[in-house]
């Protein structure tokens, strides 16, 4: 008799001893992944840069706005300045490469940017972009930069330029 309950007693601890084991020790394989892409990319298409023209300044102060768009018009938001019909006025246009069907965010300035003609600048506000914020790779993969030029009555004739950066990133 007293086999057959140290026998017991001895199952009973080892099942319990196993099954504690198995409750606080657990291993599940799982398997690594990644899926390389072809990086993103931007160009300046064309190297067409945000062109404001040719601006005969006024008696006050102006603004001159290009739209972001193929082919803005020319326009005088407010103030006495002429824009030249015969310069062109045009958007920055920029071309996106990358994975087919990965969506982009489109990052523009949102601060004054400055163009400079020695020691005289003017300033560009009001940045926007033809595709807001974003972008699918092969569904709009070229879009355009407008923005709004302060044109002071007191602007110094010259020419003007000066850079911003414009950003794509995948999301």
């Keep these: 008799m007293k086999k057959i309950i140290f026998s017991v007693i001895a199952f009973a601890t080892f099942v319990l001893?196993?099954?504690?084991?198995?409750?606080?020790n657990k291993t599940v394989m799982v398997q690594g992944k990644a899926r390389i892409i072809t990086p993103i990319t931007l160009a300046?298409?064309?190297?067409?840069?945000?062109?404001?023209?040719?601006?005969?300044?006024?008696?006050?102060?102006?603004?001159?706005?290009?739209?972001?768009?193929?082919?803005?018009?020319?326009?005088?938001?407010?103030?006495?300045?002429?824009?030249?019909?015969?310069?062109?006025?045009?958007?920055?246009?920029?071309t996106v490469g990358g994975e087919s069907?990965?969506?982009y965010a489109i990052t523009i300035p949102s601060t004054t940017q400055t163009i400079i003609s020695g020691a005289n600048t003017l300033n560009i506000t009001n940045f926007t972009c033809s595709n807001g914020a974003t972008g699918t790779i092969g569904t709009n993969d070229v879009f355009y930069v407008g923005g709004t030029l302060s044109v002071p009555a007191a602007a110094v004739a010259a020419s003007y330029?000066?850079?911003?950066?414009?950003?794509?990133?995948?999301n």
């Design 44 to 94: 300046n298409t064309g190297s067409q840069a945000l062109d404001f023209g040719v601006i005969a300044r006024g008696t006050t102060d102006a603004t001159v706005v290009v739209a972001a768009s193929d082919a803005p018009s020319i326009n005088v938001a407010t103030g006495d300045a002429v824009v030249l019909t015969s310069a062109t006025q045009t958007a920055a246009k920029f």
């Design 161 to 170: 330029t000066g850079n911003f950066n414009v950003t794509v990133n995948y």
């Design 17 to 24: 001893t196993v099954s504690a084991d198995d409750v606080a």
């Design 101 to 103: 069907g990965k969506t």
